[in-house]
């Protein structure tokens, strides 16, 4: 469909240029903040680091057995059971690792990206918050 040549162009929505004039994305920062906090389990996770004993679960999977490392290669099937729950461990660790840095990464580059605008944004959001 083409336009009618005697219609009038559609502006765009104007974008404030920082995201500290932009109310609607401030109200979005403050319910995701506060949900957040309503979800932070860090105490929880503490306690389980405390809790957790190595010499317990050192010859269990991880793992469902198909999520190790090499599995169903020629090297997993010439492993011993103590090298394969190894393979399971490994990859746990390397997986969960990954997940930590893209996290790390992600936090780091927002702040990079952000700092600037830190200032004006905390105290936006400090007025919702208080």
Known sequence: MTPKPD???TQAAETPARLSEDQKTLR????NFRRNKQQD???LLDA?????AYAACV???WN???????WGTPLWKQSSAEQRVLLNQLYWVAYYSQIISAEIATISAWTASDAANSGAVNANISTFVN
């Open 28 to 31: 979005k920062l403050d319910l």
């Open 64 to 70: 469902p057995e198909e999520f190790s490392l090499m």
């Open 41 to 43: 389990h860090t105490s």
């Open 48 to 52: 389980a680091a405390k809790e957790f």
């Open 7 to 9: 219609a009038e162009p």
């Open 59 to 61: 010859n269990a999977y």
